[in-house]
């Protein structure tokens, strides 16, 4: 780690789990003034700004690119090479996947799930791009590749098929926009 | 605790989190014959009734009221501030959120998320609620406010977005109703 | 245990918890070369082939037959008595219902929920069977009873009410086949 001082660790939280896929990647850098809790785990070869929060039982994988004052809440888990911004909230319950950008300021409501495989076929990955100050209401999906705009409101139990442009309201399977 | 006697809890298993966004909520009050599984993380600062059983990974924050004889299964959170009555079940990978109201003999299948924040600006927080014996359907979405009422059945998947007559069948997204 | 050799079960995962629902079903049969991580429990009297490798705070329930290499990533429940083939795939934070068969070589994105209880009044209980290489898109719900055909494609947010035939493509809410 290269700075725990201040941070404050549950007991049964894990820092620098191993990465096995990618062994490589050095440590865990872990800003100061991070609060973890248990069940947590924060795999090795990812960097995190200070400030972090996480609930319980959440998961961050190797890879990642984490801005400061990031909250995480429990069980929800950002798989690796994510980049996610400053003052992020990801909530409980929760799936980032792999190749997500998250810009400062977004929120995941809980239940979201980003996704980044159209055929499954486990090719190709390509994450979504949630951009900055962007809402996702509660169990929201939001498909590969898809660019959910600045200040966007995505709808809770929307499913996020194409573009949603800067400040747009969407919402409904598939999402479609509302109003301005 | 109150009374741990007759209860069964997991190593691993936390009673009695520190509640550090309302440190003055005293203690956590479990009632007796508690079954608490590894992983899992009840708060200081809540009231819940004899004869609990969590799951594993299940997380019950502070300020919360429980009745007796409930059940939260594995994976699932209950937010700060529900009133949750008795003989609720709670099933695995459920987001409850702050202030949803639960009444007696309710059930949420798996997967379920209430919300209480309409605009996400995380300004007003209004929880729904879910009156006594009605029936949540497997990854289910409850809108801020909303009243599901007493008997109702919600179909799985559904986005529930205005109140439920009591005994109503809703379902789709967003939730109509379809038969009485 | 039958065979722990060569296996890699990390601090913290629970190998054997008791099945108390169901405690005359024997032991946890875990084949060689697994590779369990922190906080997840696999119950006894379940049969697991080898190359088992899960991710963390997953649950594996009592009763269930899994054949080889199946993954489970994290978050993720595998509810009791489901049969599961061999190089199956369960991503993160998904549930998979009591009674649920899921074929060899399927695939369950992040966030899909199996369900057993079309009344939810948890009298009878049947779960849906994913033929072999069909895959399930992420936050899809899929409907007690139905069957996803062989090489089938589930969209994600699909809610599955109906059969879909072998190698079809399906979506919405309720899903309908889109395109052979």
Known sequence: LSAAGESEIDPGAVLGHPAERAPDLGPLRLGPGARVRSGSVLYDGSTIGPGL??????VVREQCAIGADVWIWSNSVVD????????????????????????DGAFLAP????????????KELEGPTIRRGARIGCNATILP?????????????AVVTRDVPDGAVVYGNPARERRP
């Open 53 to 58: 929060q996480t609930g319980h039982n959440v």
């Open 80 to 103: 690796y090479g994510c980049r996610i911004g400053s003052g992020v909230r990801i909530h409980s319950n929760c799936y980032v996947a792999q190749y997500t950008t998250i810009e």
């Open 111 to 122: 239940g979201v799930v980003t996704s980044n495989d159209r055929t499954m076929e486990r």
């Open 145 to 157: 590749g898809v660019v959910v705009g600045a200040g966007a409101l995505v709808g809770a139990g």
